[in-house]
């Protein structure tokens, strides 16, 4: 909850200071797709909490299996069944890197959006996010083959919170297109 609040802020703060950087006050609102982007990343950042927190990404240290299995054997292991979402190292690495997928998947079409729609910084920002996912990707199946060391770990963290402001900034740009 500390980590979803703190994100909700760090996003106004930023298109606060990206009406006042851009004056775009009188531009519409973003589309619902790119605010949906943000969203996914925001819930993939929620999700990583959760691996961190549950030192998940201390098992299940292959990619793009799960120890030889498309999915956890223990996914479903405590009561209530829906507790194995927070509390189940297994089932949360899964989501996280189920999510991980989806994200990627939206990312080319955001890709393709800022370059068929984007005015010249808009095309420059999808592009940033575009680059921040491959990176961020790359950056999790790392730590996560290595069992998350500190300093990958701390890399991975870093990153995704500049992949949230980049999305931030994009969704912001594309006020104008």
Wanted: charged residues 10%.
């Amino acid at each position: 909850i500390h980590l979803g609040a703190a994100l909700l802020l760090l996003i106004a703060i930023l298109w606060i200071a990206l009406e006042y950087l851009r004056d775009l006050k009188s531009a519409p609102k973003p589309a619902g797709r790119t605010i949906g982007f943000v969203a996914l990343i925001y819930v993939q950042m929620l999700l990583g909490a959760l691996v961190a927190g549950l030192h998940a990404g201390l098992i299940y240290n292959t990619w793009p299996d799960m120890n030889g299995r498309l999915f956890p054997e223990d996914a479903f292991y405590y009561a209530p069944w829906w507790s194995n979402f927070f509390d189940n190292p297994g089932l949360t690495q899964f989501n996280h890197r189920l999510l991980a997928y989806v994200i990627a998947g939206a990312t080319v079409a955001v890709y393709l959006n800022a370059i068929r729609r984007g005015p010249g910084v808009a095309k420059n920002t999808g592009k940033a996010v575009t680059m921040l996912v491959a990176i961020q990707i790359f950056l999790g199946i790392v730590t996560l083959l290595f069992q998350a060391p500190l300093s990958l770990s701390a890399i991975h963290q870093t990153v995704a919170a500049l992949l949230f402001c980049t999305a931030v900034w994009h969704a912001h740009e594309l006020r104008k297109a």
